[in-house]
């Protein structure tokens, strides 16, 4: 295991074509030793590379568990080590409950979750012959309880939550360090399809700046904005009829 405020090593950001993840490479560009930067589109990643110093681009689809782990064992050849690996891709689309949409509810699970789970599958066996690493899973508030409309979204963060703690606790011996991001509103290409009131905003750049702020402690849980975060994590620990009159509130129902 790292110890808090040593160098972040080989880096591997996926989803690195924009928004959180897109900052986020951007701000250790410089600063890890080597990053690879993954997403579907490679013409994006070439980009950011020419305008960059030492981001790679290895473009890969998460929810092939096979070429996740092809491009873990390229970067492994590469570099010589993944380190830290942050995982940013993900999809977000407005589904209310009475007007399921079963395709995309099954490409939000298979994008979500089993990206990340394709991911840690990728890079466990790495990370435990060296006796070291870091993985990092970009998640939401939205876990925390079902919201309106969130039905296709909500229960993949939610799922992220739950197995981000297994990984913690199964491999903290093998000297793997597990965090788990939960964002508030970020003003990304995804938040900027939604029409409805997102309070508490803040730009992408901010949201790679706290990421990083919690990755160098080593902290599980990563929050921000505090204040948002906080409150919606609270929500958690109110009883069920409370939970739903101030949903309804809200809704104003
Ligand atoms: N923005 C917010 O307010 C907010 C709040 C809470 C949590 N989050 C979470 O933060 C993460 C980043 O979101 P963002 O706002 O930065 O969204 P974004 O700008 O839409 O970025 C999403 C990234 O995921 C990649 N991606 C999507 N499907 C993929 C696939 N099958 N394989 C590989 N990469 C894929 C996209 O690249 P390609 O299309 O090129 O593949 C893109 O790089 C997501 O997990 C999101 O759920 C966002």
Redo the contacts with the bound molecule.
């Keep these: 295991m790292r110890e808090p405020g040593e160098g972040l090593g080989n880096v591997w950001v996926?989803?690195?074509?924009?928004?959180?993840?897109?900052h986020f490479a951007r701000l250790i560009d410089g600063e890890a030793a080597r990053v690879a930067i993954?997403?579907?589109?490679g013409d994006?990643l070439e980009k950011i590379r020419s305008e960059t110093q030492s981001l790679v681009p290895f473009p890969?689809?998460?929810?092939s568990a096979d070429a996740m782990a092809e491009v873990a064992g390229a970067i492994e050849t590469q570099f010589g080590s993944i380190d830290l690996a942050v995982i940013?891709?993900?999809?977000?689309k407005v589904m209310p409950a009475d007007q399921l949409d079963l395709a995309s509810m099954h490409a939000a699970m298979d994008?979500?979750f089993f990206?990340a789970v394709n991911l840690v599958n990728a890079v466990v066996p790495g990370m435990k012959a060296r006796r070291r690493g870091h993985i990092v899973i970009?998640?939401?508030?939205?876990g925390y309880r079902g919201l309106p409309q969130a039905a296709a979204?909500g229960p993949t963060?939610a799922a992220l939550m739950n197995f981000a703690e297994t990984l913690k606790i199964d491999l903290e011996p093998f000297g793997i360090d597990v965090s788990i991001v939960n964002?508030?509103?970020?003003d990304?290409?995804?938040?900027r399809q939604n029409r409805f009131a997102m309070p508490g905003m803040i730009s992408?750049d901010q949201a790679a700046r706290s990421m990083l702020a919690g990755i160098r402690r080593r902290k599980f849980a990563i929050l921000f904005p505090w204040l948002f975060a906080n409150t919606v994590r609270l929500a958690n620990l109110v009883p069920n009829p409370l939970f739903f009159w101030g949903i309804r509130r809200m809704l104003r129902r």
């Design positions: 996926i989803g690195a074509s924009s928004g959180i993840g897109e993954s997403a579907r589109s994006k890969v689809d998460v929810t940013c891709s993900g999809l977000w994008v979500n990206g970009v998640a939401s508030v939205a979204y963060k964002p508030g509103f970020v990304t290409p995804m938040t992408a």
